[in-house]
């Protein structure tokens, strides 16, 4: 045990961050901040990466947090900098994401009186927060740090708000690591029920059309081999979330791919038609269900969430399990593992699948405008960086189509703001993804709309020396809005054409970074060639064609069998 | 129908927010709440009524589990719990009405705890239903202004 060590709050925080393990952080410095900022001047492991905006601070340690499975931690001044952290945690806690970040306050007898850049964030982020503190002493300091790092990484993921008065900083205490955690309101479920899994394992061996519905609690707790062995035991297909990609690999032929709204042909039907659906980390969202009413409809349903609040909340589960992915999977094999069961019981059902995946595979045509197909050039990325780059985006059709034309293979593959859909999550997500990952290829896939929204962050990537390649769809368009106003609103484009904008070349290269410019099919490879090989941060223009839609499409709130694209409406492709 | 979620939780500033916070953001409504130190100083009970037909209340109460401040959850059940409200109300009572006020008064064991020429302030205690009651007989004499605690409860016996 280290003995108490006389110190200030300021240095007790740097202690604290360190003995949790925090090795970066991201942040901005400002008033309130300075003395934080001046022990962090002589701290000896944590590292602090300066970025240009408070929101690329959150995303960076959220991509950062994704990527490595580890707390990321971003920090900002009072009043206008912890708010301008406030979508980045809202980013992190609708895709429970394990987020640490620390807002520093004005002194506490000035709460209160509209003092120079106070703004109540604890207030702020009440809705979009795990559990937040306002520090009330400086003695408080290591266990709050100790409990918000628990908080943040177990259970269900999720941000925690440390907000920080500077008097606190300034004040005295007899620092101790904290170890243990007194928290009795805490107690997260993370083993399923036996009985409970028992009987999903019987339902599991009994069904003749079942589907595995996985979502991103799958790659939250580290469960990506006790489900492949789950799936290879019984040949259950495969269907992932947006979160979810990476949980199963594609490249598996039990794999069907994306579902929802823009999955595929193959994964939908087998949602619609599957007599069991075992959904492990998913959380029957929206963008998955479509039509609740009608989804699933001929299927018994077992649902595991470490999240009781989830069971039950949008879809009854016939049988609900509370835990996570890793131990209910783990538990369903050893069930499993001990029946009989004939191969020839979803026989049928598998040929169906694999037909339907010959029938309807991902398509698309070369765009009549001369352009470049958006598809191709992630097809392009996904070849030349073999199905191995963490690849990260922004939101938008971009998005979709980086869900659909990359072939992710592992956990913590694909990074994108899936719940909250944040625009400019891509670029400073993939600062922290390639800082956590140094020995990975980092490939940011933006729209010239979200890209724009963070851009300044090309800085941090250079004064930092991170080598992430920014390849921005550039099709002049606020591309999924458009699409929406294209399919159901008479094509009227309104405020959705954004033709004016920087070159993005020079831009790059104003920055300091390296900017390419792609307008044709053979220009792709080449680039590409060079902006992965050129070590340093990269940013490709491609210009893509705006009449591009993402197909196949299910209409929000519709039902499965209307999806654009699909067995029952082919025709209406844009 | 109603249930009546007796929330135990730690006595700590903002806690009672997070819990009130927690209803806005699902979009819950309140029926009423109480809120108080508990036999443990360093805990609070809330008591919390809600109409289970317009919100599930086992959704409500799986998101209040999730509250880091929140130890314990118990819904009420009507035949196994005890509840009170307690109830100010000023009522007008000039010239005959008087005597119909002070009647309604001693039916309910209702105080009178402040009286004018014009009119009584009563105060009662009782379930739910007493207090709605009384006050459906008082409407008629002209109720001036009420304020009410909102219900309180406990379960019976060892609990």
Known sequence: ?574 | MKHTLSILVENKPGVLTRVAGLFARRAFNIESLAVGLSEDPRLSRITIVIDGDEHPVDQVTKQLHKLINVLKIRDLQPDNSVSAELLLVRVAADGDKRTDALQIAEIFKAKIVDVDRRALTLRVVGTNDKVEAMLELLQPLGILEVVRTGTIAMGRGKG
């Open chain 1, 1 to 574: 045990m280290t003995p108490d060590k006389k110190m200030k709050g300021s240095q007790a925080l740097v202690a604290a961050l360190e003995h949790e393990g925090c090795e970066v952080m991201f942040g901005y410095p400002g008033g309130v901040a300075i003395p934080f900022y001046d022990a962090l001047y002589d701290a000896k492991k944590l590292r602090h990466v300066l970025v240009r905006h408070e929101q690329g601070a959150a995303h960076a340690a959220d991509g950062y947090a994704r990527a490595t499975g580890k707390v990321g931690v971003c920090t900002a001044t009072s009043g206008p900098g912890a708010a301008n952290l406030v979508t980045g945690i809202a980013t992190a806690y609708l895709d429970s994401s394990p987020l640490v970040a620390i807002t520093w306050q004005v002194r506490s007898d000035l709460i209160g009186t509209d003092a120079f850049q106070e703004a109540d964030i604890t207030g702020m982020t009440l809705p979009i927060v795990k559990h937040s503190y306002l520090v009330k002493s400086s003695a408080d300091l290591p266990r709050i740090v100790h409990e918000a790092f628990h908080i943040a990484s177990t259970g269900r993921p999720g941000p925690v708000v440390i907000d920080i008065p500077v008097d606190i900083a300034l004040g005295e205490l007899a620092y101790r690591d904290a170890d243990s955690i007194d928290l009795p309101g805490y107690r997260p479920t993370v083993k399923g029920h036996v009985k409970q899994i028992r009987a999903a394992a019987k339902a599991i061996n009994e069904a003749q059309r079942p589907v595995l519905y996985l979502g991103g609690g799958v790659i939250a707790a580290d469960a990506a081999p006790e489900v492949l062995r789950l799936a290879e035991l019984r040949r259950l297909p495969v269907a992932t979330t947006l979160m979810g990609l990476g949980a199963f690999p594609e490249t598996h032929e039990l794999s069907m791919g994306m579902l929802g709204m823009h999955g595929t042909v193959t994964a939908n039907y087998a949602v619609h038609e599957c007599d069991l659906l075992i959904n492990l980390g998913a959380r029957f969202d929206d963008r998955v269900t479509g039509k609740l009413k009608a989804f699933a409809p001929h299927a018994r349903i077992i649902h595991a969430d470490v999240d009781p609040a989830e069971i039950g909340k949008n879809v009854e589960a016939l049988i609900p399990i509370v835990g996570d992915a890793k131990h209910v999977a783990t538990g369903l094999v050893g069930e499993l593992e001990g029946m009989e069961w004939p191969a020839e019981r979803t026989a049928e059902w598998l040929a169906r699948i694999a037909a339907r995946k010959d029938e309807f595979p991902l398509h698309y045509e070369d765009p009549k405008d001369g352009k470049l197909a958006p598809q191709l050039v992630i097809q392009e990325i996904d070849r030349l960086t073999a199905h191995d780059a963490i690849i990260c985006t922004d939101v938008g059709q971009h998005q979709m189509w980086a869900t659909q034309y990359y072939t992710y293979r592992y956990p913590r593959q694909f990074i994108s703001s899936g719940g909250l859909g944040t625009m400019g999550f891509g670029l400073p997500a993939s600062i922290g993804a390639k800082i956590g990952n140094p020995d990975k290829t980092v490939v940011d896939i933006s729209g010239d709309g979200g890209f724009q929204m963070t851009m300044q962050e090309l800085a941090t990537a250079v004064s930092y020396d991170v080598p992430v390649v920014v390849c921005i769809l550039n099709n002049g368009y606020l591309g999924m809005v458009r699409q929406w106003q294209d399919l159901f609103w008479n094509k009227r484009y309104s405020f959705t054409c954004i033709e004016v904008q920087p070159d993005f070349k020079m831009l790059a290269e104003a920055f300091g970074a390296v900017g390419l410019l792609v307008t044709e099919k053979d220009e792709i490879e080449p680039a590409l060639r060079e902006a992965l090989g050129c070590g340093r941060p990269a940013v490709i223009d491609f210009r893509t064609s705006a009449a591009e839609n993402v197909f196949p499409m299910v209409p929000a709130g519709q039902e499965i069998t209307e999806m654009i694209g699909g067995p029952g409406n082919k025709g209406r492709k844009s």
